[in-house]
């Protein structure tokens, strides 16, 4: 009998959909792994398609293609001596479409499992186009029973309780986990918790990648049958480690150690706009992306994580003063543009606002200025870049943050124009704190420069929109510190007025951003895909009416 059993754990970047690239990859990693002499090969779920796949697993077709790759795929695995390879992939069971785990061997596949817990709430919908299989059996492999539970498979101790009755020696997780904050932290409690019902060890195998709003950050483990952390992986890169068993009786003792540094909560929010970006744009195969450069922190921030993904050549920034802007932030602007080394234009809007003015005086007429002109100054931006992005094929990234968001103060068809919005998720106190911590730090993989890159006068100055005189943030919304907490409670932790309330908060003014946290649905639901970072972004996770008159300060 074998007492020995090695694993080459493989965190990889799939590309959701192009199933022969997915499969392309998969093999370089194989042939990597044969040359380490390891026994099996472990990729993430639905490696051979990506994930979320969505609708486009209810294509027949597509199905049929990724089963086909596969059985092409299998044929790696041919001769005595090498490796298996296990990988995920949509399966038609008789005319069931499920979430399959593979074991591809001796140049066929040799054995299937289902998904059993299919995740149905947050940014999940699995049961709208899968069926959820029966509760696994251990798939028997050189001598091993491998216990293999697909992803939520793990969150339960259904699976795992099923594995162990039926003498499963380890336990393998293929997954496809999205990355919000302190989601590393949940992901190894629940771990944690199969291993102590079970005494097996447990190997936990992520994918690495942006897909639209979700980012995946990788962060694989290993966790031995003592409940120590043995394996770390990294996060944000892809990466391939090999972990090693020997069977000591009835237990399968780990070998293997490794700890790949953890990064902090700054650089991990930083990271993953990058990755969120890099992949949306790189993916989609855009040739770069078009910022508008005002001079304020958000944009700043935006610019400076656009050159961190995909490098200064492929970031073009453009000023577009009006009559409000300031001789301060013009400067910090082409600081701004300077210090990060991108293309830098300026195009003056005066004209065409002159000649929205001259169009509308008319209809005008006795009517004093008030936010329509204001917003007519923010949609002539949104024009001008969607010009230049048309022309040129760059894509605009917008720069309204997650508290503007919340509140409605970003304009539609306005600087809420664009393709994809990194700073969606990220609340202003974090903008802050962001462009501080990357003007002291550069993020791993970052292709950006070292050193100052958003001029500190951005980082200190009061944030104003600069769409009239004199003004500032601070006229109309409460002191950021205090608007973000409201904002949290409301959106991330769905609290009644009366509980923000006892936090020491205003009645009158939590009411205030109760509704216009509503009121701004319509904006939201119009508003471009950005990077999922907290526990409920706008988009997936959170799906609210617009047509909704309900407000918890109501009295009833």
Request: aromatic content about 8%; overall charge negative; some cysteine.
């Given at each position: 009998?074998?007492?020995?059993?090695?694993?080459?754990?493989?965190?990889?970047?799939?590309s959701?959909?192009?199933?022969?690239?997915?499969?392309?990859?998969?093999?370089?990693?194989?042939?990597?792994?044969?040359?380490?002499?390891?026994?099996?090969?472990?990729?993430p779920?639905?490696?051979?398609?990506?994930?979320?796949?969505?609708?486009?697993?209810?294509?027949?077709?597509?199905?049929?293609?990724?089963?086909?790759?596969?059985?092409?795929?299998?044929?790696?695995?041919?001769?005595?001596?090498?490796?298996?390879?296990?990988?995920?992939?949509?399966?038609?069971?008789?005319?069931t479409?499920?979430?399959?785990?593979?074991?591809?061997?001796?140049?066929?596949?040799?054995?299937?499992?289902?998904?059993?817990?299919?995740?149905?709430?947050?940014?999940?919908?699995?049961?709208?186009?899968?069926?959820?299989?029966?509760?696994?059996?251990?798939?028997?492999?050189?001598?091993?029973?491998?216990?293999?539970m697909?992803?939520?498979?793990?969150?339960?101790d259904?699976?795992?309780?099923?594995?162990?009755?039926?003498?499963?020696?380890?336990?393998?997780?293929?997954?496809?986990?999205?990355?919000?904050?302190?989601?590393?932290?949940?992901?190894?409690?629940?771990?944690?918790?199969?291993?102590?019902?079970?005494?097996?060890?447990?190997?936990?195998?992520?994918?690495?990648?942006?897909?639209?709003?979700?980012?995946?950050?990788?962060?694989?483990f290993?966790?031995?049958?003592?409940?120590?952390?043995?394996?770390?992986?990294?996060?944000?890169?892809?990466?391939?480690?090999?972990?090693?068993?020997?069977?000591?009786?009835?237990v399968?003792?780990?070998?293997?150690?490794?700890?790949?540094?953890?990064?902090?909560?700054?650089?991990?929010?930083?990271?993953?706009?990058?990755?969120?970006?890099?992949?949306?744009?790189?993916?989609?195969?855009?040739?770069?992306?078009?910022?508008?450069?005002?001079?304020?922190?958000?944009?700043?921030?935006?610019?400076?994580?656009?050159?961190?993904?995909?490098g200064?050549?492929?970031?073009?920034?453009?000023?577009?003063p009006?009559?409000?802007?300031?001789?301060?932030?013009?400067?910090?602007?082409?600081k701004?543009?300077?210090?990060?080394?991108?293309?830098?234009?300026?195009?003056?809007?005066?004209?065409?606002?002159?000649?929205?003015?001259?169009?509308?005086?008319n209809?005008?007429?006795?009517?004093?200025?008030?936010?329509?002109?204001?917003?007519?100054q923010?949609r002539?931006?949104?024009?001008?870049?969607?010009?230049?992005?048309?022309?040129?094929?760059h894509?605009?990234?917008?720069?309204?943050?997650k508290?503007?968001?919340?509140?409605?103060?970003?304009?539609?068809?306005?600087?809420?124009?664009?393709g994809?919005?990194?700073?969606?998720?990220?609340?202003?106190t974090?903008?802050?704190?962001?462009?501080s911590?990357?003007n002291?730090?550069?993020?791993?993989?970052?292709?950006?420069?070292?050193?100052?890159v958003?001029?500190?006068?951005?980082?200190?100055?009061?944030?104003?929109?600069?769409?009239?005189?004199?003004?500032k943030?601070?006229?109309?919304?409460?002191?950021?510190?205090?608007?973000?907490?409201?904002?949290?409670?409301?959106?991330?932790?769905?609290?009644?007025?009366?509980?923000?309330?006892?936090?020491?908060?205003?009645?009158?003014?939590?009411?205030?951003?109760?509704?216009?946290?509503y009121?701004?649905e319509?904006?939201?639901?119009?508003?471009?895909?950005?990077?999922?970072?907290?526990?409920?972004?706008?988009?997936?996770?959170?799906?609210?009416?617009?047509?909704?008159?309900?407000?918890?300060?109501?009295?009833?």
């Amino acid at each position: 009998m074998k007492n020995d059993l090695s694993i080459y754990l493989v965190q990889f970047n799939p590309s959701l959909g192009a199933v022969a690239g997915n499969c392309e990859k998969i093999a370089a990693y194989y042939g990597l792994a044969s040359a380490e002499n390891v026994d099996l090969v472990l990729t993430p779920e639905l490696s051979i398609t990506g994930y979320p796949l969505e609708d486009l697993v209810l294509k027949p077709h597509f199905v049929q293609e990724a089963m086909r790759a596969i059985h092409a795929l299998a044929s790696i695995t041919e001769g005595e001596n090498e490796p298996g390879l296990i990988v995920g992939c949509p399966w038609d069971d008789n005319g069931t479409l499920r979430n399959a785990i593979l074991l591809l061997a001796g140049g066929i596949v040799q054995q299937v499992r289902y998904k059993h817990e299919l995740p149905n709430y947050g940014v999940f919908d699995e049961k709208r186009v899968f069926a959820a299989g029966p509760l696994p059996e251990p798939i028997v492999f050189k001598g091993f029973k491998l216990g293999v539970m697909i992803c939520e498979d793990m969150w339960f101790d259904g699976c795992t309780l099923a594995l162990k009755k039926a003498g499963a020696e380890v336990l393998l997780v293929p997954t496809c986990s999205p990355f919000e904050m302190d989601k590393q932290i949940e992901r190894q409690k629940h771990a944690l918790k199969r291993v102590e019902e079970s005494g097996l060890p447990l190997v936990f195998c992520n994918q690495i990648c942006g897909q639209d709003e979700l980012v995946f950050d990788g962060s694989s483990f290993v966790i031995a049958s003592d409940c120590n952390v043995a394996v770390q992986m990294k996060s944000w890169a892809e990466e391939a480690f090999v972990v090693r068993w020997e069977r000591q009786g009835h237990v399968l003792a780990l070998l293997s150690s490794y700890n790949a540094p953890r990064p902090d909560r700054m650089e991990t929010i930083y990271q993953a706009m990058m990755l969120g970006l890099r992949d949306y744009v790189l993916k989609n195969r855009f040739p770069g992306v078009l910022i508008g450069l005002s001079g304020g922190i958000d944009s700043a921030l935006t610019a400076a994580v656009a050159v961190d993904a995909l490098g200064a050549d492929k970031v073009h920034c453009v000023m577009m003063p009006s009559r409000y802007t300031s001789g301060e932030s013009l400067s910090d602007a082409e600081k701004c543009a300077k210090a990060l080394g991108v293309r830098y234009d300026t195009i003056a809007i005066k004209p065409g606002v002159d000649a929205f003015d001259d169009m509308l005086s008319n209809a005008f007429t006795g009517l004093k200025p008030d936010t329509t002109e204001e917003n007519i100054q923010s949609r002539l931006r949104g024009l001008i870049l969607m010009a230049l992005s048309n022309k040129f094929g760059h894509m605009v990234v917008t720069t309204g943050n997650k508290s503007e968001m919340s509140v409605g103060y970003a304009t539609l068809y306005g600087d809420m124009c664009g393709g994809y919005n990194v700073l969606k998720d990220v609340y202003k106190t974090d903008v802050f704190a962001l462009s501080s911590w990357r003007n002291s730090s550069v993020p791993a993989g970052a292709l950006g420069p070292v050193g100052e890159v958003i001029p500190a006068n951005i980082i200190t100055k009061p944030p104003s929109a600069e769409l009239r005189d004199d003004q500032k943030d601070a006229d109309s919304l409460p002191p950021y510190e205090a608007l973000d907490d409201m904002l949290s409670c409301l959106v991330d932790r769905e609290m009644s007025v009366d509980e923000i309330v006892a936090r020491g908060h205003e009645r009158s003014e939590v009411a205030r951003i109760e509704h216009l946290l509503y009121i701004a649905e319509y904006k939201r639901r119009q508003a471009p895909p950005g990077v999922k970072i907290t526990r409920k972004n706008f988009g997936r996770d959170r799906r609210y009416p617009i047509t909704n008159g309900y407000r918890s300060a109501r009295k009833t």
